[in-house]
């Protein structure tokens, strides 16, 4: 079964530093990948996804991740961090075929906080 | 229109209850699922209907039961639930491209408590 983990339930870092949420996934055949962000008691909106175009995918906010095949990552950046970013991120996987063509799992989720 | 639109927003029931969550999109999305969330948890998948058929149950409790009218409405029908089913219900939908899909476009949440 495919699955991802998310390194660290808690990053904290300072407004205006370098944010990295790191996420790794397990799949013998590269899954399609996205980064979800949820701000409390809302729903979750999505921050950008992989699908096997360009390893590195840009999304919204500022956020960046890259498609590490070799190291089975999709960590998620964001240069310059802002207090708005104060949120829970979860890395989500879906496999490409197969009969769970239709699920999408969920990582346990990384609080991050920034700091003033 | 991107939105799923999910009503109630809150909802508190008692234990011999019957109730039930909507959900709602007009994206043209066929595929249109169920999870729940506990607090400080991530969003554990329920059901999955697809072309409204319902193609993925979890092993969900029968005091959970689904429901796809058509390709726009999806519900889910709560009966007898307990203390431990109160959590926030997320509602997603997507457009299943041949055998895999897109990304999920997620409603606001029902939060239910039950007393």
């Known amino acids: 079964a495919q699955s991802v983990t998310q390194l660290g339930s808690h990053v904290s870092v300072s407004e205006g530093a370098l944010v990295l949420l790191r996420c790794n996934y397990s799949s013998s055949v590269p899954p399609y990948l996205f980064w979800y962000v949820q701000y409390p008691n809302q729903g979750l909106q999505l921050l950008l996804k992989y699908t096997s175009a360009a390893t590195l995918v840009k999304g919204i906010n500022g956020f960046e991740a890259e498609f590490k095949k070799s190291e089975t990552s999709f960590h998620l950046t964001k240069p310059s961090a802002h207090m708005s970013d104060a949120a829970e991120y979860f890395c989500a996987v879906s496999p490409r075929r197969g009969s769970n063509a239709s699920k999408i799992i969920f990582g346990s989720g990384t609080r991050l906080s920034i700091q003033p | 229109d991107t939105e799923v639109t999910q009503t109630p927003k809150h909802l508190v029931m008692g234990m011999t209850n019957k109730k039930s969550l909507k959900c709602e999109q007009h994206m043209g999305h066929r595929a249109m699922y169920w999870y729940k969330q506990k607090a400080k948890k991530p969003p554990e998948l329920m059901f999955v209907y697809s072309y409204e058929k319902l193609s993925i149950n979890e092993s969900v409790p029968s005091r959970f039961s689904p429901e796809c009218p058509n390709s726009s409405l999806l519900n889910l029908h709560l009966h007898a639930l307990q203390p431990e089913d109160s959590a926030l219900y997320l509602c997603?939908?997507?457009?299943?491209?041949?055998?895999?899909?897109?990304?999920?476009?997620f409603g606001q949440g029902t939060r239910l408590t039950v007393v």
């Open positions: 997603a939908s997507s457009f299943p491209n041949g055998r895999t899909n897109t990304e999920a476009f």
